[in-house]
């Protein structure tokens, strides 16, 4: 059975690896908080060197909600986002 995700997209600043730095623990501790409550289902980097950010959340809400306490979008490291369903035929 089909289940709908909602995918938030990230595109990062050049050279994020080095800039994300100082914010990644941050981050990656919101990704934990976010993922332990079940709100987040999978999340990562995408390319190498990364170059975006892929995070797979049960609601439009909580994918709202997480990219606006996200470090690395308030730190400016994130040139664009947008939030797509996802429907999701095999995990």
Request: proline share 8%.
């Amino acid at each position: 059975m089909p289940e709908t995700l909602q995918l938030l997209q990230y595109e990062y600043v050049p050279d994020i690896a080095e800039k994300r730095a100082p914010h990644r623990a941050a981050h990656l501790s919101l990704i934990e908080e976010y993922h332990a409550e079940g709100k987040l289902v999978i999340a990562g980097a995408l390319g190498d060197p990364p170059h975006s950010g892929l995070l797979a959340f049960r609601s439009v809400q909580d994918a709202e909600a997480f990219a606006d306490e996200d470090p690395y979008g308030k730190a400016d490291l994130v040139v664009s986002r947008k939030v797509e369903p996802w429907t999701v035929v095999a995990s």
